[in-house]
């Protein structure tokens, strides 16, 4: 008797024997060549979901967010009738796979023109359809198709000339429920992983809460504890990465600069860095000892914290909260396109713990910090693994 393992590297093995050696059929000779449309502004007093490209989360292949309007208020695109089971293709920028198989919730409903409707005919079994789309297989061999184009997207007919291959129904069946049940496992195992992030990030708040309960603070001016680079780098430009701020705090380094490079300003360990015009979207950076030194866009405001007042890691991580994302909304109203230059920043205060509880609480964000870019690594791997079970599924090499 074999083992479960044995059984399942058998499984596994045959699918893909089988694979490699049934028939293939074009998308368009396995689906119905029309799936109906109707003009929800005909009806305007009544209501309909719309299922257009930002209804589709394209990481989790499915529809996420239906709008509900009057079909008064239906956009121009707002034509395909949409059926349980149907596989939805974005034929826009096809490299990002927004695909979903419609729910039953939306059976009867709209979507938007931009997708590709396929809806099978008897011949493949829907799951297996869309698990087919979501390959490297399909998606590489479409994005091939608009390489050089002004406008990358891909047309019904391109969509509907892939090719897929057509094992029997009862194969291609049990190849959905496997390949179904591995993709839900990774999504279950990525939102375990997701919640303890979040959750150190509540811990995070909690420290910085902590540090700021303690009745030994006082309000301080910025202009007395941070000091603004306005130095260019010179002529040392090209020997450093140019970094930036994100959402996500240090944006990837990247080559080249814009004009006057020498304007460039020096990022180095505990430098604090933030775009003035996108400060709303808490585009703030700041280096570490283990990152690598940079420059960064003259435009950007950089700062260094001056020792024995502010720790750097503390303001940064204070900056960052909800604390520093209610002060920037406070300091920007009604300001020229909401900037926030150091100027203005400067004679506001802010309220400090003294210096040693500062770094008492930036020693705890250092741990959360390592803590959570080893769960990014782990996010990763399992983002990666979706893409490594339908290769094994259906191969990478484009059907001819």
């Not at 499915?62 to 008064?72: F, H, M, N, Y």
Request: with cysteine; glycine share 6%; net charge positive.
């Amino acid at each position: 008797m074999p083992t479960a393992a044995a059984q399942s590297e058998t499984d596994n093995h045959e699918g893909e024997m089988l694979l490699h050696d049934c028939q293939h059929a074009k998308l368009g000779e396995v689906c119905v060549p029309t799936t109906g449309t109707r003009d929800p502004r005909r009806t305007p007093n009544q209501h309909f979901h719309y299922v257009d490209i930002s209804s589709v989360d394209n990481r989790m292949k499915r529809v996420t967010e239906a709008k509900r309007l009057l079909g008064s208020d239906a956009p121009s695109r707002a034509r395909q009738v949409i059926r349980a089971k149907d596989v939805l293709v974005a034929t826009t920028r096809p490299n990002l796979n927004a695909v979903a198989l419609v729910p039953e919730e939306l059976d009867g409903e709209i979507c938007s023109t931009g997708f590709c409707v396929l809806r099978s005919n008897g011949k493949v079994e829907p799951e297996f359809l869309f698990a087919f789309v979501q390959s490297d297989l399909f998606v590489r061999t479409l994005s091939d198709l608009v390489k050089g184009a002004l406008y990358p997207a891909v047309t019904d007919r391109q969509v509907l000339a892939q090719q897929i291959p057509l094992p029997p129904l009862a194969e291609q069946r049990r190849m959905a429920v496997r390949l179904r049940e591995q993709l839900a496992a990774v999504a279950q195992a990525r939102a375990a992983v997701q919640a303890q992030s979040e959750t150190l990030d509540t811990l995070s708040h909690a420290v910085l809460r902590e540090s700021l309960s303690n009745g030994n603070t006082q309000p301080v001016r910025f202009a007395d504890c941070l000091r603004e680079i306005t130095e260019g780098i010179g002529d040392d430009w090209h020997s450093f990465p140019v970094l930036g701020a994100t959402r996500a705090g240090l944006a990837p380094a990247k080559e080249g600069v814009g004009k006057n490079p020498g304007r460039y300003k020096p990022v180095r360990a505990g430098t604090i860095f933030y775009n003035p015009m996108r400060i709303l979207l808490g585009s703030i950076a700041m280096l570490d000892e283990d990152d690598t030194p940079g420059i960064t866009s003259p435009d950007y405001v950089v700062m260094t914290a001056v020792e024995g007042r502010l720790d750097a890691r503390w303001f940064y991580q204070w900056f960052r909260s909800r604390y520093g994302a209610e002060f920037i909304k406070c300091m920007t109203r009604g300001a020229v396109r909401e900037r926030l230059m150091f100027r203005r920043l400067a004679p506001t205060t802010i309220v400090l713990p003294d210096y040693r509880r500062q770094q008492t609480a930036a020693a705890q964000f250092a741990e959360i910090k390592k803590a959570k870019a080893k769960l990014a690594e782990q996010l990763e791997t399992l983002d990666r693994l979706p893409a490594a079970l339908l290769r094994e599924a259906f191969g990478k090499e484009p059907m001819i």
